[in-house]
């Protein structure tokens, strides 16, 4: 049963006017125009052709460039799976076919390096090779050191004081060099002798013994457990004590002893007691990194890469300026410098003062 009711014209016409206008405000709110809730929304970017948003700017343009009314241009090599982002297509590539995904990374990693045309040399990204066609492809050196006849193609990140004229490797050095040396007098003394410095150093003193640490922690422990103590630890095998625990890490299987607790973890899961996988050629469970030239193994990919760069059939090519040492490793060559050689000689050969 329906009853009719006369309604004015004005008066439908008015609430006709204000159901739209609600409508219109739910939708708009709906997208984050106008928030009828007191919160405050975060602002999207949106797209004017197909209205999609996204929370950056960088997701805008990349779907702008490469998804908005645009064809799939990525295709898939071992099936007809097409994308439009190459990010998708690793993804199915890893996901789908995992047994030749390795190959065909590894093929894509040295298709997408920008070549020069000059020398044919690669770099993976293109400021790189921007740079290399700029200063040394085909270009003379063009930077010339001011104490010798030295020239090179690369100015180099060279910190100059403008007091003195000392050169740092790097801004850290410089700062102590203006807060503590440049025009400053010596502020440290020697409490045995009247030398005085400039920098502090290692001045960690025990005030019960007077014994000197270069490191705060270092005193710490020597107070904690080593300044008028007892010896608490007990060797296993003979009468001998001592004041600090060492290394005593044992491993319950073969009875090997490692100085930290990350090195009997790593002992007992890729090492002892475990049998290698066929598959993979790793101890255990745990997934290792092979070398197919010499057979070492490494926990990450990152660690088989420097690896086979640097060392796997390459001869050392780090020498040291001071003896007949020589490494395959930068780092290994600082080490050796700092510990076997003056440091002062390390400085000199990386720095270059007045």
Same mark, same amino acid.
């Not at 070549?115 to 003379?140: I, M, P, T």
């Not at 090492?271 to 598959?279: D, E, I, M, Q, Y």
């Given at each position: 049963?329906?009853?009719?009711? $006369? ?8 609430? $006709? ?11 708009? /709110? ?70 030749? /995904? ?19 040399? %690669? ?12 200063? +040394? ?88 457990? +080593? ?15 001592? @004041? ?33 996988? %066929? ?20 926990? %990450?990919?990152?660690?088989? @890469?420097?690896?086979?760069?640097? +060392? ?11 003896? %007949? ?30």
């Amino acid at each position: 049963m329906t009853i009719d009711v $006369d309604v004015p014209e004005k008066r439908k016409y008015l609430n $006709d006017i204000c159901l739209h206008e609600i409508i219109l405000r739910l939708i708009l /709110a709906s997208i984050g125009k106008i928030s009828n809730c007191k919160q405050k929304k975060k602002s999207r970017h949106y797209c004017v052709d197909c209205g999609k948003s996204y929370k950056n700017k960088s997701g805008l343009l990349q779907h702008r460039k490469y998804e908005c009314g645009k064809e799939p241009q990525f295709s898939c090599p071992f099936c007809d799976y097409k994308v439009k982002l190459r990010c998708n297509l690793l993804k199915h590539i890893g996901i789908k076919h995992e047994s030749m /995904a390795k190959d065909y990374y590894q093929t894509f990693q040295k298709r997408v390096r920008h070549a020069c045309q000059g020398c044919n040399k %690669s770099y993976k990204y293109k400021e790189g090779l921007y740079l290399h066609q700029r200063y +040394e492809c085909g270009k003379d050196p063009q930077f010339q050191c001011p104490y010798c006849a030295h020239r090179a193609k690369h100015k180099g990140n060279v910190f100059n004081c403008l007091k003195c004229g000392k050169n740092y490797l790097s801004s850290g050095g410089l700062r102590n060099h203006l807060a503590f040396e440049c025009g400053k007098a010596p502020q440290f003394k020697c409490r045995f002798c009247p030398y005085e410095a400039k920098i502090k150093g290692g001045n960690y003193d025990c005030e019960k013994c007077g014994k000197r640490y270069r490191s705060k922690t270092a005193l710490n422990n020597h107070v904690r457990c +080593e300044c008028g103590k007892e010896p608490q630890y007990k060797c296993r095998y003979c009468p001998y004590q001592a @004041k600090l625990k060492g290394c005593n890490y044992d491993c319950h299987i073969c009875g090997k002893r490692y100085s930290s607790q990350g090195a009997l973890y790593n002992h007992v899961k890729f090492v002892c007691g475990t049998t290698k996988c %066929s598959s993979c050629n790793c101890n255990g469970c745990g997934r290792r990194y092979v070398c197919d030239g010499c057979g070492k193994s490494y926990a %990450s990919a990152c660690g088989l @890469k420097t690896h086979t760069k640097w +060392e796997c059939g390459k001869e050392p090519n780090f020498n040291c300026p001071h003896c %007949s040492y020589k490494t395959k490793r930068k780092g290994s060559l600082k080490r050796h410098m700092l510990t076997l050689h003056n440091p002062m000689k390390f400085v000199e050969t990386t720095t270059t003062e007045e």
